[in-house]
């Protein structure tokens, strides 16, 4: 059984609702975050937040399955690495999003390896399901719209941007996803609001492996079987 289709059996059982924290520190122009949510569809309470003291007492204060965490701006992730650091290490799920190097891209296992391409060539990962060959990127007004990372320690990198580097970076045991482009560059905006709501729900329906289905399946007919017999 490939990956896509493991991913579609355990799809196929139901979105797992959850918790959503999110934090943005400014647009230029319209975020692929908020119709990302509604995609995935699995919102139990989402809540957007846009300055670090708001979002730090959110995300201490806990509840939450998932963070996503674009740094856009400002040097704002200095002013949330403690709580994201606890975060990861105790387990925690986070999508990140940054233009800048040696903080959020440490944490998620990345280095930098290009800046502004504009076009995002996609692999078979399931994270771009339902997405075509390319995704095309556009400055809405940055200085720098997105960023090519390199995988660092056991991190897998997952499709390429045309300035070099990997598009997605994969790490922390598969918890974590570092996005090249800022939230508010896809284009069209449905492109970045599907790759990001096939992230979470990638984060937020853990796929097993495919022995592992293979395994689940023979289970259930074994069951069904004694059920046959004891009929």
Not at 30 to 45: K, R
Not at 91 to 96: A, E, F, P, T, V
Not at 113 to 119: C, D, E, L, V, Y
Not at 146 to 172: E, F, K, M, Q, Y
Request: net charge neutral.
């Amino acid at each position: 059984m490939t990956r896509k289709l493991a991913v579609f059996f355990a799809l196929a059982t139901g979105v797992q609702a959850g918790n959503v924290l999110v934090f943005e520190d400014l647009l230029h122009g319209t975020s692929a975050i908020p119709g990302a949510l509604a995609l995935w569809g699995g919102c139990g309470i989402c809540t957007t937040r846009t300055t670090s003291a708001a979002f730090n007492a959110d995300l201490t204060a806990g509840g939450w399955d998932l963070v996503i965490y674009a740094e856009q701006n400002a040097s704002t992730f200095v002013n949330s690495a403690t709580q994201l650091a606890t975060w990861v290490a105790g387990g925690g799920k986070l999508i990140g999003q940054t233009w800048r190097t040696g903080g959020l891209d440490a944490l998620l296992q990345a280095s930098a390896a290009s800046t502004n391409g504009s076009t995002i060539t996609t692999s078979g990962h399931a994270i771009f399901a339902g997405l075509g060959g390319t995704i095309a990127l556009a400055n809405p007004g940055w200085i720098t719209f997105s960023r090519g990372w390199n995988p660092t320690g056991l991190a897998t990198g997952l499709g390429t941007l045309d300035s070099g580097g990997s598009a997605v970076i994969h790490g922390n045991s598969g918890r974590t996803f570092l996005n090249a482009p800022l939230t508010d560059t896809y284009n069209p905006g449905s492109d970045g609001e599907r790759l990001l709501a096939n992230e979470i729900g990638f984060l937020m329906n853990p796929v097993p492996e495919p022995s592992t289905l293979v395994f689940m399946g023979i289970g259930t007919a074994a069951l069904g079987f004694a059920r046959a017999r004891r009929k």
